[in-house]
Structures are given as structure tokens and as C-alpha cells.
């Protein structure tokens, strides 16, 4: 059973791997970013609630995704395995994963870390082109990153083994060192 969660900061690299890895051992590739950017162009509540956080670089309130992730990891389709992309985000929503996989009976799982010098992921970034994508809303994502997400390496470390992977590689060069350390 495989059930990974991905850490790093926006442009770390985390949709591509996820994505890839996702695909080849065919498991359940759960991105809150990817669940809210459908909703925000479907205009459901959920994306009319968190349009302006996205918009900003601001992270929507935890209760939302938090309500998102029980949903989908309820659902028939993770039991063969997940992997989690995006969250969580905060050292709160940590505790709630935490908390919902002791109830579901989800043990195992592994926690990556993909690390990346900032100005390489300033780059990426920008070259990505998505809409949140302009220089200031980068700016503020990654100072997001660091004081709500980036504490979650020592909560993860603290609790199992993290992963630590050089994601300045080729996609396939980083591909490669994850099937190797997931699989081991
Ligand atoms: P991503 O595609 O992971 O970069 O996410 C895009 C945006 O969606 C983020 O900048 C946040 O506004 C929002 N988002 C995605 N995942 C989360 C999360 N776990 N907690 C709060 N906001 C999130």
C-alpha cells in the first residue's frame, strides 16, 4: 500500500511528481490546489469562498480543505493507495490528517520533502504562467510557505522519517530517486 505526502514549496516540483507517480503505480493523485482551481471555475461555494484567497497567494481557511480531504479520501478510489499534494499546508491541518487517517485506518504513510533554492523556484514560477502566477502573488506564496508550511519538516520529522529529495534535478533524475525511496 503506498501512501505518500508531499512537501515542498510552490514550484518544488510536487504536481509533476505527484502526477507521474501517481500514474505509474496507479493511486489516487489528490491535489487540493487541483480540487480548488476546478471549483473555482465551476463557481460551486467552495470556489466562490476560496477565489480570493488563491487570487492573493493567501491560503484558504483550513476548515475548507480540511472538509475537502475527508471527502476525498473517503472515497472508494483511495483505498488502493494516495498520494497527497498541497496538504497539508499548515501545522492544524497536519494534526487533522493525522486525527482522519487514525479513524480510516490509513497507516504507512510516507512524507517527502522536495527541496529547492528560492531563486530557482522564482523561475518556475514565472515561467509556469498560471494565474496566481505573478511576481508579487509568488512572493507572498512562498513567504506563505515559509511561516505556515515549512514548519511541518520539523513536525513530520519529529513524529517518522522525512524524505529529503533534491528536486533541482531533471523531472526524470527526480523521478527516479523517488521510486527508489518510496519503494524502499
Ligand atoms: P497549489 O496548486 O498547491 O499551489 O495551490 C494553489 C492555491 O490553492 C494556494 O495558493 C492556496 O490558496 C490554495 N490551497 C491549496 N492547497 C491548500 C491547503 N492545503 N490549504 C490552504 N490553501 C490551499
Redesign the pocket.
Known amino acids: 500500500m503506498t501512501r505518500v505526502i508531499f512537501l515542498g514549496p ?1 514550484g518544488a516540483g ?2 509533476t511528481q505527484a502526477k507521474t507517480l501517481a500514474d505509474n503505480w496507479n493511486i489516487a493523485h489528490i ?4 480540487i ?2 476546478q471549483a473555482l471555475k465551476e463557481q460551486t461555494p467552495l470556489g466562490v469562498k ?1 477565489q480570493g ?2 487570487d492573493k ?6 476548515q ?2 480540511q472538509e475537502m ?1 475527508q471527502e476525498r479520501l473517503s472515497q472508494p478510489d483511495t483505498q488502493s493507495g494516495w498520494i497527497l ?6 501545522v492544524n ?1 497536519a494534526v487533522f490528517l493525522e486525527e482522519l487517517l487514525q479513524k480510516l485506518n490509513q497507516h504507512g504513510e510516507k512524507v517527502v520533502n522536495l527541496e529547492v533554492p528560492d531563486e530557482i523556484l522564482i523561475a518556475r514560477l514565472l515561467q509556469r504562467g498560471r494565474k ?1 502566477d505573478t511576481e508579487e502573488v509568488i512572493r507572498r ?1 512562498l513567504e ?1 510557505y515559509r511561516s505556515e508550511t515549512a514548519p511541518l519538516i520539523d513536525f513530520y520529522s519529529s513524529r517518522q522519517t522525512l524524505l529529503n529529495v533534491n528536486g533541482d534535478q531533471s523531472p526524470e533524475e527526480v523521478t527516479g530517486e523517488l521510486h527508489k525511496l518510496i519503494a524502499a
Open positions: 510552490p510536487k504536481g491535489s487540493t490546489g487541483d480548488l482551481r476560496a484567497y488563491m497567494g493567501e491560503l484558504v481557511p483550513d475548507l480543505v480531504v499534494d498541497g496538504f497539508p499546508r499548515t491541518q496566481d506564496r506563505v
